[in-house]
C-alpha cells in the first residue's frame, strides 16, 4: 500500500513563510501526480496545486498563485512553498497522489492515495 508522509505544518503569523514536504512510501511504480489539498474545520476540501509527473506542469488555484510553489525534489516528493501566508490560509493541508496523468487534476475524487494531514495555522 502506497503511503504519502507530510510535514511542515506549523503556527506561524501573517506574512510568513513555510513549506510542507510530502513523500510516498511503499510499493511505488513509477512516477505519481501530486496535488495538496486543505480543509478548514467544516468546510468542503479545497483544492490547492498539483504537479504533474515529471513536474514540468503545475496548476493553482487563484487565491494561492504567486505565493505557493509547488515542485518535485525528487521522482515521487513534493514540497509547497508558501509565501506571504494570510490568515484565510489556515487549515489541514493534505498531500494526495495518483498514477493517472493530470486529468481533472483538482478533483479530488481522481487521487487514490492521501496523507494524514498536517496543520497549517496563520495567526496574529
Known amino acids: 500500500q502506497v503511503q504519502l508522509r507530510e510535514s511542515g505544518g506549523a503556527l506561524v503569523a501573517p506574512g510568513a513563510s513555510l513549506r510542507l514536504s510530502c513523500e510516498a512510501l511503499?510499493?511505488?511504480?513509477?512516477?505519481?501526480?501530486m496535488a495538496w489539498f486543505r480543509r478548514d474545520g467544516v468546510k468542503a476540501r479545497q483544492w490547492v496545486a498539483t504537479?504533474?509527473?515529471?513536474?514540468?506542469?503545475t496548476y493553482y488555484r487563484d487565491s494561492v498563485k504567486g505565493r505557493f510553489t509547488i515542485s518535485k525534489i525528487a521522482e515521487n516528493t513534493v514540497h509547497l512553498e508558501m509565501n506571504d501566508l494570510k490568515l484565510e490560509d489556515t487549515a489541514v493541508y493534505y498531500c494526495?497522489?495518483?498514477?493517472?496523468?493530470?486529468?481533472?487534476?483538482?478533483?479530488?475524487?481522481?487521487?487514490?492515495?492521501w496523507g494524514q494531514g498536517t496543520q497549517v495555522t496563520v495567526s496574529s
Open positions: 494526495a497522489a495518483k498514477t493517472a496523468v493530470l486529468g481533472e487534476y483538482a478533483d479530488s475524487s481522481t487521487y487514490s492515495f
Open positions: 511503499g510499493p511505488v511504480r513509477g512516477r505519481l501526480t
Open positions: 504537479v504533474g509527473k515529471t513536474g514540468a506542469t
